[in-house]
């Protein structure tokens, strides 16, 4: 093709106006989650779409490396595009200026993953047909949707599901750019592409965010993929599907952290030999990956420093034990896993690998009341079992919840299966310690309980005073001095009676700054909430705060209300600009309905009052400290 024509590579669909001026949310989703999430869902990808009926292993070939900047296809498009681009917010203004940074580079960094004895995308030469056959076209151009399988025990052990995972790959560059080359089974190439900016006014016109690298029909009705003759760096040659990234960035071009990941999600799929990782010139496979697994440059072999990452010990319990079935119900139904468990006193973090019959972990499971216990586990079920745990994914497939859910039954029946695999692995472990810690007989404790019964006695005895009272009977006598009670005051002129105290609202007014016209936001009223109305607590990588305004008689009709923040020190110093809200939370969302709320200028909008209480669930990135102290203000 020529690539020279006026026709621009790039297409944006035009709409009437500008509506949504933040970048898709699930971009700092994945860019939170790093190489990691990175290499998990292109790796997962391709397992998805091993060739039915091939005896030998998916192949992954990842490299990093450098390309000129004008070897991009089209990428002038992208830079015209992005200088068009108006931040509205903070968030949306410090990204775009972010991106303008980096696209003066000649020579840019970029990653790609190549997967072989694979599927590919199928029917490319029908562009976009909405047929669920072809499995370009909803790769290619639909957002949130996955290719479904026909045959159902194959779309079971697929590791997608929520149609999500392929922004991963956008979210890895700083310009939000990802191409993806594919050979299908009758040797033809393609290449397409996705960019993910913000809703934008470009020569006249409003377009919408996402841009997709494709050719179009006369009409302008259609899209349609380029043939592949571009640079070598976007070729693929055989059958499968190739993911190139450029403008890569900087944290994530790391190759020991992608051999890491890839040993972390799926160690199980490469020493079932399903699976084998070339990164650069490092070649892992069921043979090789005890290697990487036993390297100190990837990982800690001391098994008393094993707190956070598990793999070597995953490994070593998956290989060398012998499973044993662990039974989970869901109140409904059992399901039947293979469980792998080892106890060792040295482990000093006990956690479950809960594995995907693909091969893939979907996370490190902590046992409640069990986290600190001296064990290591791996669990595996069979198809049913893993349908099941394919629904209590989360969408990044790094945790098993229920709160995505919809379903108020099905959710219920989640809670308890996490519940009851939390209670039967507890089971285990108890036994375990028990085998492995046996009693040396029965122990008369009636000696020692008399001693520290008469010693309690005695303690008791000289701490306090004692008087003397009929028939030598004694009382306790406090050793403080008991405060005198406190004289009620009078009124003047109200005939010597006690004055009512007036009830103190929870909510106290703040004066605002006066800056000009006053806008719609600087018209609303802010309170301070006092901190007895404000209930706080952290669970792991999650905050809830509960907000009680029902002893406030200032806002009772108000139905939202937007919420800000400010540090507080020891001292009760306040630092009114010193946290920033998007960059310490990952998400922030109602406790019940899981509507996820927006930051607007580091304000929290929006935010439903039912019966007079706010509750909301705020996800935490690993950059937040736990230690700090906050007072809150709220605006309607």
């Known amino acids: 093709m020529n690539t ?29 989650m790093r190489v990691t999430g990175l290499t998990r869902e292109n790796t997962q990808n391709s397992m998805d779409g091993r060739l039915i009926g091939s005896e030998g292993p998916v192949t992954l070939t990842i490299k990093t490396g450098s390309i000129k900047k004008e070897d991009i296809p089209g990428i002038n498009d992208v830079i015209d595009r992005i200088k068009s681009l108006q931040g509205r917010n903070s968030y949306t203004k410090e990204t775009i200026q972010h991106m303008l940074n980096k696209i003066n580079q000649d020579e840019v960094r970029y990653i790609s993953f190549e997967d072989s004895n694979t599927r590919g995308l199928t029917g490319a030469k029908n562009g976009q047909s909405n047929s669920a056959r072809d499995t370009w076209g909803i790769y290619a151009y639909n957002k ?38 594919n050979c299908d089974e009758h040797g033809d190439k393609h290449l397409g592409g996705t960019v993910q900016l913000i809703e934008h006014f470009y020569e006249g016109k409003y377009y919408r965010s996402t841009g997709y690298f494709t050719d179009i029909n006369e009409d302008q009705s259609k899209f349609y993929p380029y043939e592949n003759n571009f640079h070598p760096a976007f070729a693929k040659d055989n059958r499968g ?9 900087e944290e994530y071009d790391d190759e020991n952290e992608i051999i890491k990941s890839i040993c972390d999600s799926f160690f199980v799929s490469i020493l079932e030999g399903k699976l084998e990782v070339i990164v650069n010139e490092e070649k892992i496979t069921r043979e090789s990956i005890i290697h990487y697994v036993k390297d100190t440059k990837y990982y800690e072999q001391d098994i008393t420093e094993a707190k956070k990452t598990f793999t070597p010990l995953y490994v ?21 896993f293979n469980l792998y468990f080892r106890y060792d006193e040295r482990i000093p973090k006990g956690r479950v690998a809960i594995v995907r019959t693909i091969g893939m972990k979907i996370e490190d499971f902590k046992v409640t009341s069990n986290a600190n216990k001296p064990y290591n586990a791996v669990l595996i079920g069979g198809s049913d079992e893993d349908a099941y745990i394919k629904s209590l994914e989360n969408e990044s497939h790094t945790e098993l919840s229920w709160e995505h859910i919809k379903d108020s039954k099905l959710q219920r029946r989640a809670k308890r299966f996490i519940n009851n695999l939390s209670r039967e692995m507890a089971k285990v472990i108890e036994e375990a310690i028990k085998e492995n810690n046996p009693t040396d007989g029965v122990m008369n404790t009636e000696d020692i309980l008399y001693v520290v019964e008469t010693q309690f006695k005695n303690d008791l005895s000289s701490s306090l ?40 609202d929870p909510l106290k007014r703040k004066k605002r700054e006066e800056k000009g016209t006053a806008s719609v936001e600087q018209l609303k009223t802010k309170y301070s909430a006092n901190p007895e109305m404000v209930e706080r607590i952290i669970l792991d990588n999650k ?15 108000e139905e939202t209300c937007d919420i800000s923040l400010s540090i507080i020190d020891g001292m009760g110093v306040e630092y009114a600009d010193e946290f920033n809200i998007p960059g310490n939370y990952s998400s922030i969302a109602d406790l019940n309905s899981g509507k996820e709320y927006e930051i607007d200028n580091n304000v929290i909008k929006d935010v439903r009052i039912h019966q007079g209480v706010s509750e909301i669930q705020l996800g935490l990135k ?12 709220i605006e309607v």
Request: no cysteine.
């Open 144 to 181: 949130g949707v996955h290719f479904e399988e026909a045959d159902s025990e194959m779309e079971t052990s697929r590791g997608g599901s929520h149609g999500v995972g392929k922004i991963a790959s956008n979210a890895a560059s700083d310009l939000h750019l990802m191409y993806f080359a």
């Open 4 to 32: 020279n024509q006026r026709e621009p590579l790039w297409k944006f669909s035009p709409i009437p106006n500008i509506e949504e001026s933040n970048f898709n949310k699930i971009l700092e989703r994945f860019y939170n």
């Open 316 to 336: 070593e319990t998956y290989m060398n034990e012998t499973p044993k079935e662990l039974t989970v119900s869901d109140s409904v139904r059992d399901y039947h």
């Open 543 to 557: 905050e809830l705060i509960k907000f009680d305004f029902t002893g406030s008689d200032l806002i009772t009709n």
């Open 622 to 633: 690993d950059n937040f400290n736990k230690s700090l102290k906050f007072v809150y203000y």
């Open 465 to 504: 005073g004692t008087v003397m009272i009929n028939k030598g009977k004694s009382v306790v006598k406090a050793s403080a001095d008991v405060p005198k009670k406190a004289k009620k005051k009078k009124a003047e002129g109200n005939d010597g009676k006690e004055k009512p105290e007036n009830k103190r």
């Open 241 to 249: 599907l190739k993911i190139i990234i450029p403008f890569l960035r």
